[in-house]
């Protein structure tokens, strides 16, 4: 069996990535709820309850054959840093830190018991190019690059292995509130002449997800974006 957990499902880029042939996927969710699908346990994580993760994992894990953990999940800045409320501030590192570096600790026990284990972490063109108004959400994205490429190097010999997206502009919810000149703007940028689509990542996730010699390494999934 194949158990996949997803930390960020209600993200909408992953519409796609569900279906039926899927042994079982956990889903870790903070504030939106994800639409209700087949194969699927959705668990609130807003409080960090391990224990329901746990007996769900303790059920199945004399069946599991391969164990992924996909990060999704983050937060953004919505001001500059002195114009942050500290409950803004602390939402956000413990959203894109301090639970990423507790989840994976967790998930990282059941791997070894099933000598088997993908991490593949989303991250974003904004850990090497931040821009004004993302001090933090730039800096933990960077942190989560390091952080898991130093998990593949520790665990690989345990056949559990780890890998970074580094994504460009997607057609999504964080791109709903720009104007159409602004899209037009950044599409500019790209050399493919367009946005990122659900079909692009999950393409990418999949092949990881299947791939045995890729280990801590970050792939650039941004269409050629031009950083000038």
Do not use: W
């Not at 903070?30 to 609130?44: A, E, Y």
């Not at 345990?158 to 460009?168: A, D, E, L, P, Q």
């Amino acid at each position: 069996m194949k158990v996949t957990i997803i930390y960020g499902s209600e993200s909408n880029i992953l519409e796609n990535y569900y279906n039926e042939t899927e042994d079982c996927i956990i889903r870790l969710y903070n504030n939106r709820v994800p639409q209700p699908k087949k194969n699927c346990i959705d668990i609130n994580f807003s409080t960090q309850n391990f224990s329901i993760l746990k007996n769900e994992l303790d059920k199945i894990l004399p069946n599991i054959k391969k164990l992924i953990f996909l990060g999704v999940a983050f937060a953004t800045d919505k001001n500059l840093l002195k114009l942050s409320s500290d409950q803004d501030i602390e939402e956000l590192i413990k959203v894109n830190i301090n639970n990423y570096v507790k989840l994976s600790k967790f998930i990282l026990e059941y791997m070894l018991k099933v000598k088997s284990g993908k991490f593949i972490y989303l991250s974003s063109f904004r850990s090497k190019n931040p821009t004004r108004g993302t001090a933090i959400y730039s800096a933990s994205k960077a942190f989560g690059e390091s952080f898991f490429k130093t998990l593949g190097m520790e665990y690989g010999m345990f056949n559990i292995t780890s890998h970074i997206i580094r994504m460009g502009y997607f057609d999504g919810r964080l791109l709903d509130n720009l104007t159409k000149e602004k899209k037009t703007e950044i599409v500019k940028r790209i050399s493919k002449g367009r946005l990122g689509n659900s079909k692009d990542l999950i393409e990418l996730v999949r092949f990881l997800e299947d791939h045995d010699y890729t280990n801590s390494g970050v792939i650039e999934l941004n269409g050629g974006l031009d950083f000038y």
